[in-house]
């Protein structure tokens, strides 16, 4: 059983794909190498393409016996993202959809899974709440 890195040739994937190989986990990477690198994945084996790519990610799925997906795939610079959000959602929310549509399809039982703080101490005042952006809501949505 392996877990797809997406995104794993970038900056936060390749760390996660490290830090799962270290524990033992299998793991294989999907990016496009827009953005990445190969030498970012440290010899782990590396599926290049589009997460949008549904033939590809159920083949790496299928190949690599891929149990569960870590996402990281997508752009990120916020400057970028307000002057041209079209490019944006069609890459953050319409191919994470389209991924999340294929890995259902290749037979993986996906859930959104993420971490929840510690509620602070009682004495401590409460912090405010982080607002999600409406691009986190609804992709969590989607998955669950
Ligand atoms: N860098 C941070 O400090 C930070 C903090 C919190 C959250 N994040 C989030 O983590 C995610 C990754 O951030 P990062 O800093 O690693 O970015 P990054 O640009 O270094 O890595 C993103 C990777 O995704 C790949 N990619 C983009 N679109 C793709 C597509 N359609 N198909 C396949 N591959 C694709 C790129 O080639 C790149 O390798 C983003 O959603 C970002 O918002 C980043």
């Known amino acids: 059983m392996a877990v797809l890195v997406t995104g794993g040739a970038g900056y936060i994937g390749s760390q996660t794909a490290r ?10 990477i999907l990016d496009s190498l827009e953005l990445g690198d190969e030498r970012a994945c440290l010899g782990a084996p590396l599926v290049v393409g589009d ?6 990610v159920q083949k790496a799925i299928a190949d690599h016996g891929v149990d569960a997906i870590v996402h990281f795939a997508g752009y990120k610079a916020a400057g970028e993202s307000m002057e041209d959000p079209g490019r944006y959602f069609g890459n953050n929310v319409a191919k994470t959809s389209a991924l999340v549509d294929a890995a259902r399809d290749a037979g993986l039982d996906l859930g959104a899974k ?9 004495e401590e005042p409460k912090k405010s709440k982080k607002q999600k952006s409406s691009t986190n809501r609804g992709l969590t949505k989607a998955v669950e």
Not at 19 to 28: A, K, P, Q, S
Not at 51 to 56: E, R
């Open 51 to 56: 997460i949008a790519d549904a033939a590809l």
């Open 114 to 122: 993420r971490a929840e703080p510690e509620p602070p101490p009682k």
């Open 19 to 28: 830090l799962l190989r270290e524990r033992g986990r299998d793991v294989v």
